[in-house]
């Protein structure tokens, strides 16, 4: 069974930037896509970015310009580049394939503050 664990989350100020990462086992990992979501208090949880085997990258419309999301295959290892944080970014930050088809790890929290 895949299983995946993210990290690289914490607590930064407004303007600051993160960079996650989600290492997954399994051979699912270097054949599928992938994707980062997050849950902020109170939301649903929300596709923030997914990336192809090939590294084809959709970014949600409102995040474009300030997150990148990339992949080494190699180290079964996916990254979400985060620039020029806002508050409305605080959330849980999971990784998952664009049909939600693993069980989900627990998460990285970025929080940030005004």
């Known amino acids: 069974q895949v299983q995946v664990v993210e990290s690289g989350g914490g607590l930064v100020q407004a303007g600051d930037s993160l960079t996650l990462s989600c290492t997954a086992s399994?051979?699912?990992?270097?054949?599928?896509?992938m994707a980062w979501y997050r849950q902020g208090p109170g939301k649903q949880r929300e596709l923030v970015a997914r990336?192809?085997?090939?590294?084809?990258?959709s970014v949600q419309n409102s995040l474009r310009g300030r997150f990148t999301i990339s992949r080494d295959n190699a180290k079964n290892t996916i990254y979400l580049q985060m620039n020029n944080l806002k508050p409305e970014d605080t959330a849980i930050y999971y990784c998952?394939?664009?049909?939600?088809?693993?069980?989900w790890g627990q998460g990285t929290q970025v929080t940030v503050s005004s």
């Open positions: 998952n394939t664009p049909s939600r088809q693993l069980v």
């Open positions: 399994g051979s699912t990992f270097s054949t599928g896509a």
């Open positions: 990336i192809s085997v090939t590294g084809v990258t």
